[in-house]
């Protein structure tokens, strides 16, 4: 029989059970008072006992992803495990607001610099783990959660795998053989190569921002979102024939939607390319490219300044630094190209999700060349306004400032 908890019970002995927040196929989700823990947390435990192998595996996959994340858009993972009674649990942050479907039903177009931030942010919270070369496979607005504060956050990485086969999650991506994720929200390689790498998230997210900028379906032009998910309702394989084979209806012909910056709709025209090559190749791109077109197309007061001085130089380049997710070294597609012996071709992760959070600095090498005020640096760390930090035998420093 299924386990399904009520407030006031106490699961495993001291973990008592003060709300159910919500209930999906594998698991549900509580939210729970802990000994040791100041704050409430949210339990999200199995159901039934996890005896069959593909549903061990998948919750077992959410919790190695959660728990290599660092990124703040991710929800922070504190503890994970089998029960001894077989069920597998995640204790989790309690995180207070609502999924962005609930928080805005597509009805009405959102306020442009809103729909992008909030995409933006969904990127950042990706970028790390395609940068992980973990694919979450199924973005959409009910595993995007909004916050009081506005603050962003991806959830339910229970569907994500190794697109390079990396041990981390297991199964590489292109094994499988039926569609994943959410036919709304798929992509059109699932019916053609059935490849997922991060370009498939990407097109998720290109989807996600058209209809949040419209209310409409992009492949529908002058109809409302919600009409055509009532449409398919009974028929969720029909946005499975529209990803394959119907034209994108450029956003700029959509009501209220001529305006629109021309950054932001060759962005969301290559988001929906039904070629994975052409779109943005990862979340962190796509990422770089709404920092954009926040900070010179909507006048949102996000800028800073990048300092950076070379090895053997005296004076410093400046460069102006967006939101987004920027990877430093000697590669062809580090946004910071460093080259120099001493920088290996992605040496290290910037990213920046906007005031008021500050800059973390991700080191992808173990050997300490990655140093922060002269010191040795071996996990993410936050930086502050002035800190000055090297990569290989670079000196930088970040400021901040308002937007031109």
């Given at each position: ?5 009520q ?178 929200y ?66 700029t ?12 709709v060759r ?31 909507m ?5 800073g ?15 102006l ?60 760390i ?23």
């Open positions: 029989m299924a386990l399904e908890l407030p006031g019970d106490t699961y495993g002995g001291n973990i008592q059970i003060l709300e159910v927040l919500g209930s999906g196929a594998f698991a549900r989700v509580y939210k729970v008072d802990v000994p040791g823990y100041d704050a409430p947390l949210a339990l999200k435990l199995t159901k039934e006992p996890v005896t069959a192998g593909d549903q061990a595996q998948r919750a077992l996959r959410e919790i190695t992803i959660l728990r290599s994340l660092t990124n703040p858009h991710v929800v922070k993972t504190f503890d994970c495990g089998l029960r001894p009674d077989g069920h597998i649990y995640i204790l989790m942050e309690f995180l207070a607001g609502s999924a962005l479907d609930e928080w805005h039903k597509f009805d009405t177009r959102l306020e442009p610099a809103r729909a992008v931030a909030i995409v933006h942010q969904i990127c950042l919270g990706l970028a790390e783990a395609h940068a992980k070369g973990i694919v979450h496979r199924d973005v959409k607005p009910e595993n995007v959660f909004v916050e009081r504060n506005g603050h962003i956050r991806l959830l339910d990485f229970g569907l994500a795998r190794s697109w390079d086969g990396s041990p981390v999650v297991g199964v590489n991506a292109t094994q499988t053989h039926m569609v994943v994720g959410t036919p709304h798929a992509q059109p390689e699932q019916l053609e190569t059935r490849e997922l790498s991060p370009a498939s998230d990407v097109y998720s997210l290109g989807m996600i921002l058209y209809e949040l900028l419209s209310a409409c379906s992009p492949f529908h032009a002058e109809r409302t979102l919600v009409d055509v998910k009532e449409e398919f309702s009974a028929q969720p394989l029909y946005w499975l024939r529209c990803h394959s084979s119907s034209a994108v209806v450029p956003i012909q959509q009501p209220g939607c001529a305006d629109l910056p021309e950054a932001l962005g969301i025209e290559r988001c929906l390319d039904k070629d994975p090559s052409k779109r943005p190749p990862d979340a962190g791109a796509l990422a770089n490219i709404l920092g954009h077109v926040l900070h010179r197309d006048d949102v007061p996000v800028a300044n990048l300092r950076i001085l070379r090895p053997g130089e005296t004076r410093p380049e400046d460069r630094f967006l939101p987004g997710s920027y990877r430093i070294g000697s590669g062809e597609r580090c946004e910071i190209s460093l080259r120099h012996d001493s920088v290996l071709r992605v040496h290290a992760v910037l990213e920046w999700a906007g005031r008021p959070n500050l800059p973390q600095l991700r080191p992808i090498t173990g050997d300490g060349s990655v140093r922060l005020n002269d010191e040795p640096v071996h996990k993410p936050q930086l502050r306004t002035h800190d000055e930090f090297c990569v290989g035998a670079f000196r930088m420093s970040l400021t901040f400032r308002d937007a031109d």
